[in-house]
């Protein structure tokens, strides 16, 4: 394998890791992502000449935790800093020598990018970026504004902890409750942007769906037992159980309503259920355990053979009260059209506010689909011709193109 393919790899699956094991310990984001990207490049000057380490990820930190222990001697940092430096060191020559693999702490990095001096709409951002690794292109697609919005965002909430010298605390174990929901918005985007696009098992993904899985079950082996962790957990595994049912062997989408069900992976339903019964022990609904509840109503159809679009709005209209998200609209949209009527879903489509959904490829998706229905063929075209404009996956857009060419049949 290539130098620079390792360094690519390494930098793409075990970047967030590498930020948090350091930051968690020296509490210095802007420094440590400085001494990573110097770990970096030194490894694409030393490693064609030295060769590839046998573990390159213990060499980068060693390498970023020097050049750590170098600003800190610089600019004459207190002992006392040092002194966690230099015990880091002997806990990464410990990890080095071992077959052990380096603590994972990105949930604590998580909560910290909580920090009540951080923008709260701009603690998921930051932790999606530094910590789960995602580009801001595609966070602002999680988030529906432009990228060059995003990237602003992102770089005036790092000015800001740079030049008010922000140092990361964890917080309390009674504060984590308040702080959580901004780790589970991160953790539940990660997993939509790992969900999106992956047709291929072997995506990058696809592997990132995986983390937020791991990472959602990592916070309840933290202790914390909040219903909306369980629902978080549900959630993600009744969309994971689906995967394989999602495009055919050529490669083509196939949307959930025309799934073989029987393609479903059953265990993975199963801990879903288990999860989202756990939740519900609580007695504290939340949007997770709603959405969460979507998603088990779909998956009975593996055991009924049909769709009760009926709970399903029902669900959408709690979902809406307590979550009015875009998504959530439109999501109620697809279901009151399914089970009262299409007339019903595009007034209640139409009744949402064309400003708000000018790059929302769901909505235009859907009206393309429900003006279909209606043999609204000029408001059907406009509409797939919109959401094939904003479409990013190759397969959907071909589905979408065969739906707007059918309106000619």
């Known amino acids: 394998m290539e130098i620079n393919q390792v360094i690519e790899e390494t930098a793409r699956d075990a970047y967030g890791r590498l930020l948090s094991y350091l930051a968690v310990n020296w509490r210095d984001l802007q420094a440590v992502e400085d001494a990573i990207g110097d770990a970096f490049l030194s490894a694409l000057e030393t490693w064609p000449n030295g060769g590839i380490p046998d573990k390159p990820e213990a060499w980068l930190i060693t390498a970023a935790r020097r050049r750590l222990i170098d600003r800190a001697r610089r600019t ?29 702490e990105r949930l604590k990095m998580m909560f910290l990018c909580t920090h009540p001096a951080i923008d709260p709409m701009m603690r998921t951002p930051l932790m999606l970026q530094t910590v789960l690794g995602i580009d801001a292109v595609r966070i602002a697609s999680a988030f529906i504004v432009k ?16 030049a008010e010298r922000l ?52 916070l309840l082996r933290y202790g914390l037992r909040e219903p909306e962790i369980y629902g978080l957990l549900a959630l993600m595994l009744h969309c994971e159980a689906r995967r394989g049912a999602r495009y055919d062997d050529e ?12 393609l479903w992976d059953q265990r993975l339903i199963m801990e879903a259920e ?3 019964h756990t939740a519900s022990q609580a007695g504290r609904m939340g949007r997770f355990q709603l959405m969460a509840a979507i998603q088990s109503v779909h998956a009975q159809r593996l055991l009924t053979g049909r769709t009760e679009w009926v709970a399903i709005a029902q669900l959408y209209e709690g979902l809406v009260r307590i979550h009015p998200t875009l998504g959530a609209f439109v999501g109620r949209v697809a279901a009151v059209a399914e089970a009262y009527g299409v007339e019903q879903g595009i007034r209640l489509l139409e009744a949402i506010p064309l400003e708000e959904v000018v790059n929302y490829q769901p909505y235009w998706a859907l009206a393309g689909h429900l003006y279909k229905s209606l043999n609204r063929v000029e408001a059907a075209r ?3 011709s919109r959401a094939i404009g904003l479409c990013t996956d190759a397969a959907v857009r071909q589905f979408l193109d065969r739906q707007a060419s ?3 049949a």
């Open 274 to 276: 288990n999860h989202l």
């Open 382 to 384: 406009s509409a797939y």
């Open 167 to 218: 140092t990361f605390e964890m917080p309390d174990a009674d504060e984590i409750p308040y702080r959580l929901d901004s780790v589970l918005e991160a953790i539940y985007a990660a997993y939509g942007s790992g969900w999106d696009e992956a047709a291929s098992v072997d995506s990058s993904r696809h592997q990132l769906a995986g983390e937020a899985i791991y990472l959602g079950k990592m």
């Open 251 to 262: 490669g083509n989408y196939i949307p959930l309503y025309d799934q073989d069900c029987k």
């Open 147 to 162: 990228p060059s919005t995003m990237g602003q965002r992102l770089t005036r909430a790092k000015a800001k902890i740079r």
């Open 76 to 104: 004459r940092i207190s002992d006392n800093a040092l002194q966690t430096l230099h015990a880091m060191s002997e806990d990464i020559q410990l990890q080095t020598t071992s077959n052990a693999a380096f603590p994972d």
């Open 406 to 408: 059918a309106l000619d």
